[in-house]
């Protein structure tokens, strides 16, 4: 899957609102999900 440019930020964002992680973890399950 490719993440379009710039809404990357967005759903870490959203990742860390849901879930309450922190910057760094929701970051992980995004590259995680992505790869």
Known sequence: MTV???KRDQ???KIQERYGYE???AEKEVSD???
């Open 4 to 6: 379009i440019e710039g």
């Open 11 to 13: 759903l870490v964002g």
């Open 23 to 25: 910057k760094d973890q």
């Open 33 to 35: 999900w992505g790869a």
